[in-house]
């Protein structure tokens, strides 16, 4: 069984950086897509950004695309966010997740294994 820890969250100024770390247990982990997803209190989760077991495809939302940067160190069993240029609205807890089958997807139904999240927060 596969157990995702996420760490890096915190509170940051308007305009600032936070790098969010995930780090997997397990012999799959380098084999399939992970995700960042977030959630605001009181709205749906949502998608944040994806990227496949070699690194070579990555998928953002249109709300952090040019300000996040997603990538995965498979030899640490880690998958990284870089979030630059943060607004208020990046607010919420973000949990990294792991697909079990091939594939690429930004839909949270579509990966099996989540972790517990991190909190951002943003203050303006």
């Known amino acids: 069984q596969v157990q995702l820890v996420e760490s890096g969250g915190g509170l940051v100024q308007a305009g600032g950086s936070l790098r969010l770390s995930c780090a997997a247990s397990g012999r799959t982990f380098s084999l399939y897509s992970m995700g960042w997803f977030r959630q605001a209190p009181g709205k749906e989760r949502e998608f944040v950004a994806t990227?496949?077991?070699?690194?070579?495809?990555?998928l953002y939302a249109d709300s952090v695309k040019g300000r996040f940067t997603i990538s995965r160190d498979n030899a640490k069993n880690t998958v990284y966010l870089q979030m630059n240029s943060l607004k208020p609205e990046d607010t919420g807890v973000y949990y990294c997740?792991?697909?079990?089958?091939?594939?690429?997807?930004?839909?949270?139904?579509?990966?099996?294994?989540w972790g517990q999240g991190t909190q951002v927060t943003v203050s303006s």
């Open positions: 997740a792991l697909r079990n089958i091939w594939g690429i997807t930004t839909v949270g139904s579509g990966y099996a294994s």
């Open positions: 990227i496949t077991w070699t690194g070579g495809t990555a």
